[in-house]
């Protein structure tokens, strides 16, 4: 198991069971917000351990400050972000977008309400950094509950087929001058977490029948980053270095 896995794991394990879906709205939210507190905060050890330094959030006992998420000035103004690198020489070098459907709708009994809402946050997000940051690389994980994958009916495809549906207009996004409500790379993740075990399917958006590690989605952004910034960076070996 790579590292990003045990990390992950062992921060999703230590969150409290996952509420019902008939609790309250404050509940629900509450853990929904652990799971992106906790996802942000692993993948920027991570990151920091494959060489990018300064990497946001970092816990208190790292930085001596707020491990909170790091607020970006954009091009529609101030935007907080969950996970991002920058530097005083190039700006906003790398930044990622956590989103979560963890729970079932009540009336429908599957978890597609909230579907265009989350995406809707997510192409703001790009957008707004896209128009301050052309070259910055923009990733954006969006974690489904595993049963989003079979919460289809003979009516409807699954919610997890619909989401790849509806992003898949808005990812690889591989020219600076592109499109900005476009990521760099969109994944879906299907979850399945609780104190005693942790299940995380990685896919990127676009093809919904094979699985990829997090690891290889790190190496492939840190690719990117590396590409966009040439003459200051280069990746080899899984880690991020200055070009020699």
Not at 37 to 45: D, H, K, P, R
Not at 61 to 86: I, N
Request: proline share 2%.
């Amino acid at each position: 198991m790579a590292r990003i896995d045990d990390l992950l794991a062992k921060a999703l394990k230590a969150l409290p069971r996952k509420p019902a879906d008939s609790a309250s709205q404050a509940e629900k939210k509450r853990y929904s917000e652990r799971i992106s507190a906790a996802v942000a905060l692993m993948l920027s050890e991570e990151l920091r351990a494959r060489g990018l330094d300064g990497c946001r959030p970092a816990s208190a006992k790292e930085t001596g400050e707020s491990g909170a998420e790091r607020r970006m000035a954009g091009g529609l103004g101030a935007k907080k972000v969950d996970v991002t690198w920058s530097t005083e020489e190039a700006g906003l070098l790398l930044a990622i977008s956590v989103k979560t459907i963890n729970f079932r709708d009540q009336r429908t009994k599957n978890f597609q309400k909230n579907l265009i809402n989350r995406r809707g946050d997510m192409l703001m997000e790009a957008v707004t950094l896209h128009r301050r940051f052309p070259y910055a690389v923009l990733c954006g994980l969006f974690f489904l509950d595993k049963g989003a994958e079979s919460d289809g009916t003979s009516r409807r495809r699954s919610t997890f087929l619909n989401a790849h549906q509806r992003l898949q207009l808005f990812t690889d996004r591989n020219d600076p001058a592109g499109r900005e409500e476009q990521f760099e790379r969109l994944y879906l993740l299907l979850l399945d977490a609780s104190p005693r075990s942790v299940s995380i399917g990685t896919y990127r958006v676009g093809d919904a029948h094979k699985t990829v590690s997090l690891a290889s989605v790190l190496d492939d952004v840190l690719t990117l980053v590396a590409q966009r910034s040439a003459d200051l960076y280069e990746f080899d070996a899984g880690t991020l270095r200055r070009a020699t």
